[in-house]
């Protein structure tokens, strides 16, 4: 399997610009989750899916973020406008549904915004 | 609601020396928990997990964690620490029967010195 696969794995992109950041989950996972980590607030759990339905986005932290899963194989993470302070890796993670299953995270996606 | 402590942002061992990394939850109620392994610019890695079963659980690259229900706490072990080790640790949790949330400790970096 070829694991979670997140694009771009580096964005630089300017205050005020559009951001989409990708993720394709491995196969047959019905869950997906969107994780933020900084050096100041660690790993922050950002929204989560169960069978392409949002199921808690408390952890968006503006309006400015939103998060879209079209079908069980693609997600996307936005940002509009981007600001200095979402500089961040961004990762994604997949897996089974129920509390014991494990997650497996995608690469990362490292976010400057200048 | 779930919270973890790592005791320790860095810890520091000699090659072949035993590795303990400390890890302490909040839960409500029974937890799952996991230890999770990250190497530089990749995503984490499930190194092993509780689920109630036997609370001495075994993962890969030979470490070990305790569940120790009075204690609340989860410390990952290793008895000789490889230089490959070096990484970051993050221990995390759930709830059994709760929403799918992992909360994540802030990590331990672990060095290992030659």
Redesign the interface.
């Known amino acids: 399997d070829a694991g979670v696969i997140q694009s771009p794995r580096h964005e630089v992109t300017e205050m005020g610009q559009e951001v989409t950041l990708r993720c394709k989950p491995i196969s047959g996972h019905n869950s997906l989750f969107w994780y933020r980590q900084t050096m100041m607030r660690g790993l922050e759990l950002l929204i989560y899916f169960n069978n392409n339905v949002p199921i808690d986005d408390s952890g968006m932290p503006e309006d400015r973020f939103s998060a879209k899963m079209p079908n069980a194989s693609f997600s996307t993470l936005k940002i509009q406008p981007s600001e200095p302070r979402d500089s961040a890796v961004y990762f994604c993670a997949s897996s089974f549904t129920g509390g014991h299953s494990p997650l497996h995270f995608g690469n990362g996606t490292r976010l400057t915004v200048t | 609601a779930q919270s973890v402590t790592q005791l320790g942002s860095h810890v520091s061992v000699s090659e072949g020396a035993l590795v303990l990394l400390r890890c302490n939850y909040s839960s409500s109620v029974p937890p ?1 928990l ?1 230890w ?1 392994v990250q190497y530089p ?6 190194l092993l ?1 509780y ?1 109630s079963a036997a609370t001495l659980v075994k993962g890969i690259n030979g470490f070990e964690a305790e569940f120790k229900k009075s204690e609340t706490s989860f410390h990952l072990t290793k008895p000789s620490a490889h230089m490959s080790d070096a990484a970051e640790y ?1 221990c995390a949790v ?14 331990t970096r672990l060095t290992i010195n030659p």
Do not use: I, M, P
């Not at chain 2, 610019?41 to 499930?46: K, S």
């Open positions: 799952y996991f999770y610019n990749q995503g984490l890695q499930l997990k689920t993050f759930s709830e059994v029967g709760g929403a799918q949330k992992l909360v994540f400790g802030q990590g």
